[in-house]
C-alpha cells in the first residue's frame, strides 16, 4: 500500500512559479513511475509529467519546458516546479504512483 500525501498548491500570478510536492508512505522502493495529473474545472483528469524509478522523465506538450519533475529517494518525495504559470494551469494537481495510487490533490490557480 502507497499513500500519497500533495502540497504547494496555491494563487500566484501569470508568471509566477510553484512547487508542488508529494510525499509518500508506505513501499515508496516499491513504485516504479510517480506522476502528476491535473483537473482543470469543467475538464477531465489530464496527464501532466511522469518520472521513472530510474529518472526518465516525459512530459505533456502542453507544460515541457516550463514544468520539471523531480525525485528524492530519501525523502520519498516527488516534486514539480512549475514556472511561467499561465491562467490555463489552473487546475487540482493530483500525485500518482505507478497508475493505482492517488493523492487527494492539491490546488493551484493562476490569476491573470
Known amino acids: 500500500q502507497v499513500q500519497l500525501v500533495e502540497s504547494g498548491g496555491g494563487l500566484v500570478l501569470a508568471g509566477g512559479s510553484l512547487r508542488l510536492s508529494c510525499t509518500a508512505s508506505?513501499?515508496?522502493?516499491?513504485?516504479?513511475?510517480m506522476g502528476w495529473y491535473r483537473q482543470a474545472p469543467g475538464k477531465q483528469r489530464e496527464w501532466v509529467a511522469v518520472i521513472t524509478r530510474m529518472g526518465s522523465t516525459n512530459y505533456a506538450d502542453s507544460v515541457k519546458g516550463r514544468f520539471t519533475i523531480s525525485r528524492d529517494n530519501v525523502k520519498h518525495t516527488v516534486y514539480l516546479q512549475m514556472t511561467s504559470l499561465k491562467p490555463e494551469d489552473t487546475a487540482v494537481y493530483y500525485c500518482?504512483?505507478?497508475?493505482?495510487?492517488w493523492g487527494e490533490g492539491t490546488l493551484v490557480t493562476v490569476s491573470s
Open positions: 500518482n504512483a505507478d497508475i493505482v495510487y
Open positions: 508506505g513501499s515508496f522502493f516499491s513504485i516504479n513511475t
